[in-house]
C-alpha cells in the first residue's frame, strides 16, 4: 500500500495517548534529561505554523535523547491567565474560564495532531486554582522573608523579630526600604502591634509602596512596560497614562548581584545574557547629597543622586529631577507652579520606554529652587525633565554638561552654564572622561588623574557626611499587582490598612463570581464587585497578580504535578533538579527570564529548590516570518476602486491599488479565483486580467499576523500532506535560531522524501517487501554517513542540515536498490525524531511487535564503514567513459588491469578482441584502447 499518512498518524497518535508512551518517571536508573518549552497562552486564534517551530525542535531533542537512553521529562502546560480573555468576557460577558477552556481545546487538539511526545499526565494551567494555590503560597513565602546582605540569601522574618527583641535594629544589614527606623531591643518590644508591622514590612520580600505605573483607564489595569507602545495599550490602542499607585512590588533588587553573576554559568545565547546584563544594570559610583537652598537658613533638607562619575562634580551646573519625585510638589515656587504642573501633566501621557528612547529631544522646567554643591558651595537651579525616572536610581540627576551628551543638551536649550573639568575634555567630540587627564578650574582636583580624582572626592565627601561610594543597579523592585479580574488573588486580606496573610488552610484562595468583569464605578479593581467575599477579619486585597506569577516557577510543579501537599516534593525535585533544555522567544529576556531566576533563587534560599540557576541550557528558536501574497484592484478614471483585478506581471499598465489577499487560496503564487470569489461577498462577481491564462500574485515577507491575511493554519497543512511533513519541513527552512519566511510552496518535496523513504521498504505494487541478505559496503557506508551526522546535528541543535542529509541518505540508498532489514531499521530508528509517525508503522511492519520504537536504541556510528577501502574507477574504452567499477584501492595496476578486463559488462565491449592498450592511473582511471 501506498504511504497513507492520515491513517497511520492517527492511529499511532492513539496509540500514544492510550499507552502513556511519554509518561517519565520520578525514579529512574536512567540519567535524567528535563526538556521543556515555554508554555503558550491559548488565544483563541489557536496555532499557526510559527508557533510549533520550538514544539517540534524541543521535541526531536526529547525523542533522541530516550533513544540514547534517558529518563526523559517534556512536559506542556498553558499559561492560561491573561488580559485577552478578560476583554473578551466584558465585551461578551461570558467568563474567561470558559473562553480558556475552549482556547485550550483547540490548542490540545493542534498539539496532538502534530504528534508531540508530551507528558500529558503532567499537564498545568496557571489558571486552576489546583496549580495558583501554590503561586499563593510562594507569596506568602516570600512575605514571610526579608533579604540578609551579610548571609546573602533570604531568610525568615522570624528571624528578623528575633533579632529586633534581642539587640533592636543595631546589625542589621538588609535590602529593605531607605526610611526605616532606627532603635534599640527594649523601643521595639514599646511598639505597638501595628508599628511593629509597619516597619516589617519595609523588609518583606514582598511589601507594598507608591510606584510610579502604566495605568491605562480604558482597560482599567495597569500595563506592564512591553504591553505599551508610542504611549498606547498594545492591545486595543488605549491611551497611557503614568500614576502614582499603592502596589505590591517584589525585591528582586536584593538578588541583583546572584542575578548578574549567576549569567556567566548558563549556556544562554550571549545576546539574551547581555540583555540582562544592561537591564540589572551594575554601576560603581557614589551617593552624593545636595543641600537645599533656603535663603537665609541652613536647611537639614537634601537630595541625594548616584552618579559614577563623582569626580565631575565640580562641574555641575544644574539639578534634574524626575517629574514624579516626591519633593517635586514642594520645591515647586508659586511663580513656577503653572508651568510646572503643565510639564508633568505632559509627562504623564509617555510611557517609561519612550522616555528612555527620547535621547533627541530636550524638554524640562524649573522649579523655581536650587540645592547646594556639596565641595564647592555653589547653588545651583534645580529642574525636572521626563528623561529621569523616578524609579531609576534616586530619581535625580546631578547634570554636568561638559561630560554629558544629554546633559549638555539640556544645558544649551535652557543657557545654562558649561563648566569644563578635564583637559581633556570636549563634548563636541565625545572624548572619553576616564582617560589619563588632569583636572582644571580647581584647586582641589589640579593635576590628579581620573581614580586619585575619584577617591579624594569620595573622601572628603564621606569626611562631611554628604556622600559614600556605592554600587548601584539600575534594575528596579518588581511591580506585582494589576487591577484586572482574570488573575491570581493575592493571598491577603486588610486589618487596619495593614496586609495580613490569611491561613495556609484556606489556600487555594479562588477567584470570586463577579457581575461584571469591570473596574467599580468608584474605580476599585473588579474583584471589589465580589458580594460576600470578605476575611473574618477584614478586606481581601482587591488587585490580583501579574501575568508573570505562574510562569516564575511552572517548571517545579511539572517534576510533581498532582501533588496537594506541597508545590514539588523533595523527592521530584532532588530528582529533576533543574531544566535541562529550554527553548522559547528571546522577548522573554527581561520578564519571564528574570523573573523565573529570581524566584528559583529564592526556593533554594528556603530550602526548596537545589539548583541556583533553573535552565542550564536556553534556546531562542527565530520566528518564521509570513509570505504574504496581494491582488491588485483596478482603478477607474475617476480614482475608485474596481471588481477587476489585474494579475502581477500586467499592473504596469494600469492604475491599480494593493490588497492583501488571504494565502491560504493562493497556490505557489498562482490564485485560486474561484476560491477568492468565494473569500468575501464583495468579490464574488470579481473579474480578472489574467497573464497566460492565470492570475499571479504579488509577494512580500512580513509578520505573520492576521490582519495580512497571511497566517498559515498548522490544521490545513497536516490534512493535506501529514504531521511528518510539517515536522520535518518546518526544520528544513533554516537554523533553528534564525527568523526565516514560511513558503508553502517547498513543503511538497518534503512531502516527495517521505513517500521515496517509503518505497524503500515495498515493491513496485507497493507490498512491504525486506530482504534479510547481508548489507553491501557502500549500503553501510551510507547507513553510518547518516547515523552520524543526524546524531552530530542534534547534539548541537543543526536540525535542517539534518533533513539535507536524509535526503541524500535515502536516494543513496534508493540508486543502490537497498531493501536489506539491517540497514532500513537502523535508518527507521535515525528518522524517527523527526517523523514519528511513518517510523512507527515501518518499526512494527519490519517485525518488532506492538510496541513504541520510541525507547530502540540508537544505532552505534561504527567509523570502520566510512573509511575508503574502494574506488569507483572511470572505464574508458578509446578515451570515452562508459562505466564504472568499484575496485579495491590496495590492487597494483596489474591487478587492477586483470580485474577489469575480467568484468562481463568490459568483455561485451571487447566483444572477444583483445585491447591494444591498457593504461591504468591508480585510484584514478581506467583507459582501454581496442
Known amino acids: 500500500m501506498d504511504y497513507q499518512f492520515k ?13 502513556h508512551t511519554f509518561k517519565a518517571d520520578n525514579q529512574s536508573d536512567k540519567p535524567k534529561y528535563y526538556v521543556l518549552d515555554m508554555f503558550p497562552y491559548p488565544s483563541g486564534a489557536g496555532l499557526h505554523v510559527g508557533h510549533p517551530l520550538g514544539y517540534i525542535a524541543s521535541d526531536i531533542f526529547a525523542r533522541y535523547k530516550r533513544l540514547k537512553g534517558f529518563n526523559v521529562l517534556h512536559p506542556m502546560g498553558y499559561d492560561s491567565f491573561g488580559l485577552p480573555a478578560e476583554q473578551y468576557a466584558i465585551q461578551t460577558g461570558q467568563h474567561p474560564a470558559l473562553t480558556t477552556e475552549a482556547n485550550i481545546n483547540t490548542y490540545r487538539r493542534q498539539l496532538d495532531q502534530i504528534g508531540f511526545s508530551f507528558d500529558w499526565s503532567r499537564e498545568v494551567r496557571t489558571s486552576s486554582p489546583d496549580f495558583y494555590k501554590w503561586t499563593q503560597w510562594i507569596f506568602m513565602q516570600l512575605f514571610n522573608s526579608w533579604y540578609n546582605k551579610a548571609a546573602d540569601k533570604a531568610e525568615s522574618i522570624e528571624k528578623l523579630v528575633k533579632h529586633f527583641e534581642q539587640n533592636g535594629s543595631a546589625g542589621i544589614d538588609a535590602v529593605c526600604d531607605d526610611e526605616i527606623l532606627t532603635f534599640s531591643a527594649a523601643e521595639w518590644k514599646a511598639f505597638s502591634h501595628n508599628e511593629q508591622q509597619s516597619e516589617l514590612l519595609k523588609y518583606r520580600l514582598t511589601y507594598l509602596r507608591e510606584s510610579t505605573v502604566n495605568w491605562c483607564a480604558a482597560l482599567g489595569t495597569v500595563l506592564a512596560n512591553d504591553e505599551v507602545k508610542d504611549g498606547f495599550s498594545e492591545r486595543g490602542g488605549y491611551p497611557v497614562e503614568q500614576k502614582k499607585m499603592m502596589q505590591w512590588s517584589m525585591r528582586i533588587t536584593a538578588y541583583a548581584e546572584r542575578l548578574l553573576q549567576g549569567l556567566d554559568k548558563i549556556d544562554w545565547p550571549e545576546p539574551l545574557k547581555e540583555m540582562q546584563r544592561n537591564w540589572i544594570g551594575k554601576s560603581t559610583g557614589a551617593s552624593v547629597r545636595f543641600q537645599i537652598f533656603e535663603a537665609g537658613n541652613q536647611s537639614s533638607d537634601f537630595i541625594e543622586v548616584f552618579t559614577t562619575r563623582v569626580d565631575t562634580i565640580f562641574g555641575v551646573t544644574f539639578l534634574v529631577l524626575a517629574p514624579e519625585h516626591e519633593l517635586v510638589g514642594s520645591l515647586t515656587t508659586p511663580e513656577q507652579k503653572t508651568e510646572i504642573d503643565a510639564y508633568i501633566a505632559q509627562t504623564k501621557k509617555k510611557s517609561e520606554l519612550d522616555r528612555m528612547a527620547d535621547a533627541k529631544t530636550v524638554s524640562g522646567a524649573f522649579t523655581g529652587s536650587y540645592v547646594i554643591n556639596p565641595v564647592n558651595g555653589e547653588k545651583v537651579p534645580l529642574y525636572i525633565a521626563d528623561y529621569v525616572l523616578a524609579g531609576y536610581g534616586t530619581g535625580a540627576v546631578m547634570a554636568v554638561p561638559s561630560g554629558d551628551q544629554r546633559d549638555y543638551l539640556f544645558a544649551k536649550h535652557f543657557n545654562l552654564p558649561i563648566v569644563p573639568i578635564m583637559d581633556i575634555q570636549n563634548i563636541e567630540t565625545e572624548a572619553d572622561p576616564t582617560k589619563e587627564g588632569r583636572y582644571i578650574n580647581s584647586d582641589f582636583m589640579d593635576g590628579l588623574d581620573y581614580k586619585e580624582g575619584t577617591a579624594k572626592v569620595i573622601a572628603f565627601l564621606e569626611e562631611k557626611g554628604q556622600g559614600k561610594a556605592k554600587i548601584n543597579y539600575r534594575m528596579r523592585d518588581a511591580i506585582f499587582g494589576r487591577q484586572r479580574y482574570w488573575g491570581e488573588p493575592v493571598p491577603v486580606y486588610f486589618n ?45 486585597e482587591h488587585s490580583t497578580m501579574p501575568g508573570w506569577a505562574g510562569s516564575s516557577w511552572y517548571w517545579y510543579r511539572y517534576m510533581d504535578a498532582h501533588n496537594d501537599k506541597e508545590f514539588a516534593s523533595k523527592k521530584a525535585i532532588d530528582y529533576w533538579k533543574d531544566v535541562d533544555l529550554y527553548i522559547g522567544g528571546s522577548e522573554h529576556a527581561t520578564g519571564h527570564l528574570l523573573y523565573s531566576r529570581f524566584w528559583n533563587k529564592f526556593l533554594v534560599d528556603i530550602g526548596l529548590g537545589i539548583e541556583e540557576e533553573p535552565f542550564k541550557k536556553l534556546i531562542n528558536q527565530g520566528h518564521i516570518q509570513g509570505r504574504s501574497n496581494f491582488v491588485f484592484r483596478l482603478i477607474d478614471a475617476e480614482g475608485r476602486g474596481t471588481n477587476t483585478f489585474v494579475s502581477h506581471g500586467l499592473i504596469k499598465q494600469y492604475k491599480t491599488s494593493e490588497l492583501h489577499v488571504d494565502v491560504n487560496i493562493v497556490d505557489n503564487d498562482i490564485l485560486d479565483i474561484d476560491k477568492f470569489r468565494a473569500w468575501r461577498e464583495e468579490y464574488k462577481d470579481a473579474e ?12 512580500e515577507i512580513e509578520k505573520m499576523s492576521k490582519s495580512k491575511y497571511n497566517v498559515v493554519n498548522p490544521d490545513v497543512l497536516v490534512e493535506r500532506y501529514g504531521a511528518d511533513t510539517l515536522r520535518m519541513y518546518e526544520m528544513f527552512l533554516g537554523p533553528l535560531e534564525q527568523s526565516k519566511p514560511w513558503n508553502t510552496n517547498g513543503i511538497e518535496g518534503v512531502f516527495k522524501f517521505l513517500r521515496k523513504f517509503w518505497k524503500l521498504f515495498h515493491d513496485e505494487q507497493f507490498n512491504f517487501r525486506v530482504s534479510d541478505a547481508e548489507p553491501s559496503k557502500a549500503e553501510l557506508k551510507s547507513l553510518h554517513k547518516i547515523i552520524r551526522k543526524v546524531e552530530e546535528d542534534i547534539e548541537r541543535f543543526s536540525f535542517n542540515t539534518s533533513v539535507s542529509s536524509f535526503m541524500i541518505a ?65 572505464i574508458s574504452i578509446n578515451g570515452k567513459t562508459k562505466m564504472n567499477l568499484n575496485i579495491s584501492l590496495t590492487l597494483e595496476p596489474k591487478a587492477i588491469e586483470d580485474f577489469v578486463l575480467a568484468s562481463a559488462d568490459v568483455q561485451k565491449y571487447l566483444d572477444g578482441k583483445a585491447p591494444k592498450k591498457v593504461i591504468v592511473v591508480k585510484g584514478r582511471i581506467v583507459n582501454i584502447v581496442i
Open 7 to 19: 491513517d497511520i498518524e492517527k492511529k499511532w497518535q492513539e496509540f500514544w495517548a492510550l499507552n
Open 496 to 540: 487596619e490598612g495593614l496586609p495580613y496573610l490569611i491561613d495556609e488552610k484556606d489556600l487555594p484562595l479562588v477567584l470570586p463570581e463577579v457581575d461584571k468583569y469591570l473596574p467599580t464605578e468608584t474605580g476599585e479593581p473588579p474583584l471589589a464587585r465580589a458580594s460576600n467575599w470578605k476575611h473574618p477579619e477584614g478586606q481581601y
Open 688 to 699: 480578472f486580467i489574467l497573464e497566460n491564462g492565470k492570475y499571479i500574485c504579488g509577494v
Open 810 to 874: 535515502v536516494n543513496e540508498l534508493t540508486d543502490l536498490k537497498c531493501n536489506k532489514k539491517s540497514i532500513l531499521q537502523d535508518l527507521v530508528v535515525v528518522l524517527s525524531p523527526y517523523a514519528p509517525h511513518i517510523c512507527e508503522e515501518l518499526w512494527v511492519l519490519l517485525g518488532n511487535g506492538a510496541g513504541s520504537l520510541s525507547y530502540a536504541p540508537y544505532p552505534k556510528f561504527n567509523p570502520e564503514y566510512l573509511i575508503e577501502d574502494e574506488f569507483s574507477y572511470p
